[in-house]
């Protein structure tokens, strides 16, 4: 009798670790993550996630990175307009960015962020994400300000200390 064992190979395990953590960030913030929720959401043992990740914090750190990557691309699409400038441009895209992926934004600028030595490519990434920022106020004061108002009114809308009906018109008339 024969038995032959089928090897698995699930193709890029990484991605997909990722993509399942990051559906569990969504679902319950960064608390809601685990290795091994995330391999039992690709379909691996937790073993396997151990193979790409070293633990948790390496793990929230590659989907922040991952946030970081987004974020920089939402904020480099952000179009100057007729009375916008580039910058308010960014800022709203900014803010857009944290309502749409409360989850991912929360994780990107929390305590992780302050640990981010430990993860080179995570602190590179944030650091990129305001370049593009520091780059449309025409330096770093006057993006520091502009960041400090964007993350401030991201914030309060997203823990619901603004009420507003219309939180585009209002992020659209507070981002000028």
Excluded: C, N
Aim: net charge positive.
């Amino acid at each position: 009798m024969s038995t032959s064992r089928k090897s698995y190979h699930h193709g890029d395990l990484r991605a997909a670790l990722l993509d399942a953590a990051d559906a569990l960030l969504e679902q319950g913030g960064d608390g809601a993550v685990s290795l091994r929720e995330a391999a039992r959401m690709a379909g691996v043992s937790p073993t396997a996630a151990y193979r790409h990740f070293a633990d948790k914090d390496d793990l929230l750190a590659a989907l922040a990175v991952r946030g970081f990557a987004a974020f920089g691309a939402a904020l480099q699409a952000a179009q100057a307009g007729p009375g916008v400038s580039a910058f308010a441009a960014r800022g709203r895209a900014y803010v857009r960015f944290a309502l749409e992926r409360p989850g991912r934004f929360r994780l990107m600028f929390g305590p992780l962020l302050a640990r981010a030595a430990a993860h080179p490519t995570l602190q590179a990434a944030s650091r990129q994400a305001f370049a593009a920022l520091e780059t449309a106020a025409a330096g770093r004061e006057p993006a520091l300000r502009g960041w400090s108002m964007a993350h401030g009114l991201a914030h309060l809308l997203l823990d619901g200390a603004i009420e507003a009906e219309d939180a585009q018109a209002l992020i659209d008339s507070l981002l000028r």
